[in-house]
């Protein structure tokens, strides 16, 4: 999650953004080939991420404890609802492959208004997925 899913999510999210402040509004967004590429390359990480995800037996917490130091969980307890909840995790992680992939598609095509949107679901995909096997009940 740290290493791969969400350092490509926020480098996603920065990469297409607008921000107000006193100067007025700034609006964030790739410009050259060499930085579309790069969020190319980002959304493909998260797309293989996915398929990691997927992998049977696979422990997305590593050993004993995770980045984060405020934890919302266990790492035993995450590893539990991993175990017990298999078939419901590949439906999230297949969530986040499909939102990937269209976000490589709009990189493709550089559409910032879908990208826009996509970056909304992605929130979405990501949240969905750490109700259920992250956030205690
Ligand atoms: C298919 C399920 C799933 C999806 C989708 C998912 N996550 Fe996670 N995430 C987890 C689980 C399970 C944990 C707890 C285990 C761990 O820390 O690795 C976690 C933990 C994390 C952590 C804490 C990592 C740590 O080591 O402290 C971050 C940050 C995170 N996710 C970000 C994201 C972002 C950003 C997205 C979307 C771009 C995302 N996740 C999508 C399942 C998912």
Redesign the pocket.
Known sequence: ??SV??FS?DYIWNAVSTTVDGQGTHETQPHTDEEWHEFRRRAVL?VEAANL?AVPGRK??HGDR???DK?PLDVTM?QQR?DTGHEQ?VG??SA?REVSLKLVDAADKRDLAAITDLGGT?DE??ES??KV??YPD
């Open positions: 999650m740290d899913v969400d999510g998260l995800i997305v917490a995770t980045v984060e934890q995450i991993l995790l999230f992680a986040l992605l995909v990501c997925c750490h096997f992250w």
